[in-house]
């Protein structure tokens, strides 16, 4: 069993309650920051501990944390990012349904360090259930003192609110989600500047992912140093991974950073494998942003390597033949599953999510999913292959925010790696039209 | 003050200047085309992404080039920046793109559009623009709606730059129109029926870079380059009015009253919709003198030239004028 | 169906006025509109599943906001349905993730079921169907979300379990 940071306790009967959490050992880390620690050595920890943003991009929390501009006279903010919406990532909706203190714990203490008086836990609006379980947990950390005027004695006051969405997963990308929570359309801000100076209203913000803040807690518990003992190089500490397409045990797992990935596949403590005893086709190990790769170079690298569940080792082989850690939404699929139609339905997904503010990808992403729409039909032709990554190429780089790049991605690595099963498409229209039929190497080569 | 290199030119600009203007500074041919950005208009600038541009270096603290292409309009620049937009091939590749983009679901209605000859995205297609098109899906449409007795809006033409919506904030009390739905079902609208009559509104018309908001008094449907364009002025009594237009005439006749607007298309001093839709007559007017288009537009460059059209793509042209542009094709 | 002339007979209940109240009070004085996504949600639930033009200018109101910023937003948000639903909103998650367990098959199951197509209300006006953008329930594929439910790890048998729970249930509340 590898080590638990986050859900050592999440079987725990009651842990949703304070009483419970407080029992297993919850808000010590409030005690201890507010008491016995300055701001700045919390955020002292959280540098030395190398934890990386879980939210999908991977950039250090206490870096971040320490690019927070102090002007006087304006307040600071801590925003909670837990809109949760990229596909194949659900880590963050299960931690808040069965755990809620472990967020409000970190929100507490995170704020903090941050200097924040007011902080807010954005949620995706369809979360509305997971809502009212934060609700009634923040009501009860109000209730004991861990949230309010003077906390705990120490004088450090907090108020902390949820923030419901309205259905948007630009909302995720973390200048629209402050957008959304001036109630404006989502719409991403040009950078710079940054929230760290320019946040919510105007005024210097953090935004964290769910897991980063839920994972602060123990970082101040246990120190900076001993949390980057755990993982590989600068894939510190642990990782959650919500595990779902064809697996025999779909799920939120837990693993140290530089699992062997091939151990998180198959072993019976993670994945248990391909489901029905059918064969392993591809994964999308990041969410569906991150490219997806062929079996054989998920499980080892273009020069062989095994590859192990890091930032690092994911993106071995860059673009060409690596993928990204990303999110941590891994997404595994089996022979039987056709990748033009999975191509198609990740493109109509950022086509129907793009905010419409810069033109490459309002224009762009809904060419790519009619293109790959008639290609998966039986209409496509061979150029339209090529078209696809030429217009993946003309939004990759050039817009707002980078939900430009996470449309043209999947479009771009699925071409890349399965260029065969988009041709058969083009040669073969009556069949692969068929209902369930699917690309087969060998028969298409010898056909 | 910083010192920058923009194609290889030198030029010294105020701090917190965007490589934009850095580059209006200079002026002439290295100029990056802007589509949304509009200086009279705070928040504008960065969706359109056609003035993307190459930072080879960041500063002469940090000379390390950015990773990726910047919209120049909305940049700041730095003391010893160097940039390029016509010298980077991917500067020039990503506009062509860009630009094919802006046009893949536009209707290319110019021979019925009131804008035809002044229009931006003319302008920049036929600039940066390649010939023929490799779209192939069937364009957008939207379902018409009116917006009152001033002003036209042609939502297929609309290239989302939120000019218009930035001039209703931030020139009117009430904002009755705006960016309704969301992606590229996006639209201009009003949602429920309702009319743009605030004073200040008609220069939503002048801001719009295409002919999606577009001036329904304008009187005998005429082509632009038909028109004489003269300064003239008058003592306006609306507050906030400069009273300062171009009038748009044939004859004796006022056919179109506008702001006048620099070389790079921007209204500098506004006008009310008094000067703009009630004082058609000359004798509203005292004549400045003949308007000078200083852009090497398409318009003052004399090649404006009738796009393929092809009636399938636009569906909603009038008979007549398809009869005329496939008489005019033979 | 609930429906309004004008934001004059939007009247919300003494629960949800105090529900809106509380969010108010979570953004700074001069930051009303910050709330504005809450009280839609507020609205919704309020007035029969949807946020008609009226409902919209009322919230504007109590925001101090005008109409034009409540429905640039509320267009922009997947959430809110801008038409009259049925009595239960179905909403069919049809991501990738889900599809690869089946969300096809699923949604062409409800709509035998129910009888009419994604998009629209079925003939006894009892269900409205959506197919909706990944919902963070991947690894419980298929799923579905009705009102503030996720039901998750769905097949034909569970579905039809589900309507049939529901139709019930609205024949009871009908009755009383
Ligand atoms: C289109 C888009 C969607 C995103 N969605 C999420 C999300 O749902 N949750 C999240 O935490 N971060 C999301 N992000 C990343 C955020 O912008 C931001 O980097 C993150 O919240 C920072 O937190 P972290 O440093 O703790 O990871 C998204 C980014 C983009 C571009
Ligand atoms: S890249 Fe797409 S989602 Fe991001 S700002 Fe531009 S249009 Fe909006
Ligand atoms: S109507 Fe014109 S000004 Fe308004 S957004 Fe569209 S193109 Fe821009
Ligand atoms: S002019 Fe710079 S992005 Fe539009
Ligand atoms: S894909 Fe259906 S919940 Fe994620």
Redesign the interface.
Known sequence: MGLKILTEHINVPGIETYETYRKMGGYRSVEKALKTMTPDEVVEEVKKSGLRGRGGAGFPTGMKWSFLAKPEGKPRYLVCNADESEPGTFKDRVLMEKIPHALIEGMITSSFALGARTSYIYIRGELMFVLRILEKAIAEAYANGMLGENILGSGYSLDLHVHPGGGAYICGEETALLESLEGKRGNPRNKPPFPAVWGLYGSPTVVNNVESIATVPWIVNNTGDEYAKIGVGRSTGTKLISAGGHLNKPGVYEIELGLPVEEFLYSDEYCGGIWKGRKFKAVVAGGSSVPILPAELFLKTAEGVPRVMTYESLSEGGFVSGTMLGSGGFIAMDDTTCVVRNTWNFARFYHHESCGQCSPCREGTGWMEKVLHRLEHGHGSMHDIDLLVSISKQIEGNTICPLGDAAAWPVASAVRHFREEFEWHVRNPQEATKPGAVFNKSEAVLA | MAKITFDGIEVEVEDGTTILNAARKIGGNVVPPAMCYYTPLKGS??????C?VKVTAGSAKDPRPMP??V?SC?TPVQDGMVVENTLSEQAME?RK??V???L??HPLDCPVCDQAGECDLQNLSYEHGTSGT??E?DRRTFDKIDIGPLIQLHMTRC??C?RCVYTADQLTE?????????????EIG???ENSLENEFIGNVIDVCPVGALTDKTFRFKNRVWFTKPMDAHRECETPGCCGKVVLWSRGEEVLRVTARKNEYGEVEEFICNTCRFDKKEMSDWIIDGPRHIARASVIAANHYELPVINPHLVPDLPAHVVDTQIQDQN | MVDFKDKSEVKFSEAAQKEIERYISHYPADRKKSAVLPVLHIAQAEFGGWVSPAVQDKVAEILGIEPIEVYEVATFYTMFNLKPVGNYVLEVCRTGPCMLRGSDQLIEHIENRIGCKVGETSPDGMFTLKTVECLAACGMGPMLQIHEDYHENLDPEKVDKLLEDLRNKAAVKQSN
Do not use: F, Q
């Not at chain 2, 600038?45 to 056609?50: I, N, S």
């Not at chain 2, 009430?174 to 996006?186: M, N, P």
């Open positions: 600038g960065g969706k359109c992404r056609v993307l990726k292409l919209a909305i990503a793109g860009i094919e983009m802006l893949i679901n490799r779209y899906e290239i989302l939120y009430k904002r009755v129109h705006g960016v309704l739905g969301r992606g590229d079902a996006s009003t949602y429920i």
